[in-house]
T-cell receptor, first 112, second 111 residues
Framework: GNSVTQMEGPVTLSEEAFLTINCTYT??????LFWYVQYPGEGLQLLLK?????DKGSNKGFEATYRKETTSFHLEKGSVQVSDSAVYFC???????????FGQGTTLQVKP | NAGVTQTPKFRVLKTGQSMTLLCAQD?????MYWYRQDPGMGLRLIHY???????AKGEVPDGYNVSRLKKQNFLLGLESAAPSQTSVYFC??????????FGPGTRLTVT
């Protein structure tokens, strides 16, 4: 079945450091891929998406490229801020019911 | 636009009590979902609906019931709450590209 694997956290970085959170997936067909962010005490917010191979999703300085050959969708940001501290979820959807398959989440802590 | 809203935000129940969580959306989306989020377990799908009057089971449906009488509302019911149902519950709707939009969550504690 479909599945998503994220790198385990927590990830601790200093402000202005480069961020990479790895995400790989297993799926049949051509799923859409997403990154969600969850700040403490809040719901999940869609951060970015890619709907086909080689698409690059971007938002708020975050980027991720849909790599079908490596079945990956790694999240990157060139310079993180303290306000980026949150839990990040990678997800895929490919069924007609629109059900999302989530990774376990990666906690990012950015220190001043 | 409010997007997706959930009521209540917090609730404490005693074992055996019942309650209903309400999800409302003003996005005119057909599909709606209920998830629960537990530490170390990620998000798990409880039930979902592909349109008014329809419901279907997700990954962890036992102990929950749902109804979708109106397109904009999706109700999650607990008939006899158990401590194992202590969790944070999220409602979501599906957009055009399979992305989902989440509500702010309901934090439920069952003692």
């Amino acid at each position: 079945g479909n599945s998503v694997t994220q790198m385990e956290g927590p990830v601790t970085l200093s402000e202005e450091a480069f961020l990479t959170i790895n995400c790989t997936y297993t799926a049949t067909g051509y799923p859409s891929l997403f990154w969600y962010v969850q700040y403490p005490g809040e719901g999940l917010q869609l951060l970015l998406k890619a709907t086909k191979a080689d698409d690059k999703g971007s938002n708020k300085g975050f980027e991720a490229t849909y790599r079908k050959e490596t079945t990956s969708f790694h999240l990157e940001k060139g310079s993180v801020q303290v306000s980026d501290s949150a839990v990040y979820f990678c997800a895929l959807s490919g069924s007609n019911t629109g059900k999302l398959i989530f990774g376990q989440g990666t906690t990012l802590q950015v220190k001043p | 636009n409010a997007g997706v809203t959930q009521t209540p935000k917090f609730r404490v129940l005693k074992t055996g009590q019942s309650m209903t969580l309400l999800c409302a959306q003003d996005m005119n989306h057909e599909y709606m979902y209920w998830y629960r989020q537990d530490p170390g377990m990620g998000l798990r799908l409880i039930h979902y609906s592909v349109g008014e009057g329809t419901t279907a089971k997700g990954e962890v449906p036992d102990g929950y019931n749902v109804s979708r009488l109106k397109k904009q509302n999706f109700l999650l019911g607990l008939e006899s709450a158990a401590p194992s149902q202590t969790s944070v519950y999220f409602c979501a709707t599906k957009g055009q590209y399979y992305e989902q939009y989440f509500g702010p969550g309901t934090r439920l504690t069952v003692t």
